[in-house]
T-cell receptor, first 112, second 114 residues
Framework: LAKTTQPISMDSYEGQEVNITCSHNNIATNDYITWYQQFPSQGPRFIIQGYKTKVTNEVASLFIPADRKSSTLSLPRVSLSDTAVYYCLVGLGDSGYSTLTFGKGTMLLVSP | EPEVTQTPSHQVTQMGQEVILRCVPISNHLYFYWYRQILGQKVEFLVSFYNNEISEKSEIFDDQFSVERPDGSNFTLKIRSTKLEDSAMYFC????????????FGSGTRLTVV
């Protein structure tokens, strides 16, 4: 499994754009990059998934450079409710199923 | 939005007792999982289940643990003879096969072994 590295914590203010970068130097050809969000005492929640270039949904954007050795989760105009731990995971290849291996994630704290 | 439902939300048990944690996965999902998270630590994989059998299990999932899908809707995790170190949040998840589907996790059961 490709190992991921992301900052332990980040601070932001309401209304700002937040970019969380994840390194995954050993990503395999058929690996996808997936981001989850976890609030305290809740299960992780799927945010976004991508393979290359850019993916955007109603919650976030995911930027993946051509070499795919890193990815950046972009949260536009964060609010206090975006305070959570964000996990970058690599896997879910074309087998259609993959065990998720969570790291420590990035604790994002949004302040007023 | 479809949800994975877990019951109970909190369970306290005495060391050595057996507990059963229950989950109702999303109805059209085919893969089912249990994860756990000890307070302040990472989310850890326990077991995956597909087509009525275990697909994969971690080192944590020893003979003390078992899973079952007793009917078409429930998915259970049984912990025999609980230990203090089994205290954790236990999350059930389910997923569809395919490239673009993430897991859907339940809100968890907080197990406290005293």
């Amino acid at each position: 499994l490709a190992k991921t590295t992301q900052p332990i914590s980040m601070d932001s203010y309401e209304g700002q754009e937040v970019n969380i970068t994840c390194s995954h130097n050993n990503i395999a050809t058929n690996d996808y990059i997936t981001w989850y969000q976890q609030f305290p005492s809740q299960g992780p929640r799927f945010i976004i998934q991508g393979y290359k270039t850019k993916v955007t949904n109603e919650v976030a954007s995911l930027f993946i450079p051509a070499d795919r050795k890193s990815s950046t989760l972009s949260l536009p105009r964060v609010s206090l409710s975006d305070t959570a731990v964000y996990y970058c995971l690599v896997g879910l290849g074309d087998s259609g199923y993959s065990t998720l291996t969570f790291g420590k994630g990035t604790m994002l704290l949004v302040s007023p | 939005e479809p949800e994975v439902t877990q019951t109970p939300s909190h369970q306290v048990t005495q060391m050595g007792q057996e507990v059963i944690l229950r989950c109702v996965p999303i109805s059209n999902h085919l893969y089912f999982y249990w994860y756990r998270q000890i307070l302040g630590q990472k989310v850890e994989f326990l077991v995956s289940f597909y087509n009525n059998e275990i697909s994969e299990k971690s080192e944590i999932f020893d003979d003390q643990f078992s899973v079952e899908r007793p009917d078409g809707s429930n998915f259970t995790l049984k912990i025999r003879s609980t230990k203090l170190e089994d205290s954790a949040m236990y999350f059930c998840a389910s997923s569809l096969p395919g490239l673009n589907y993430g897991y859907t996790f339940g809100s968890g059961t907080r197990l406290t072994v005293v």
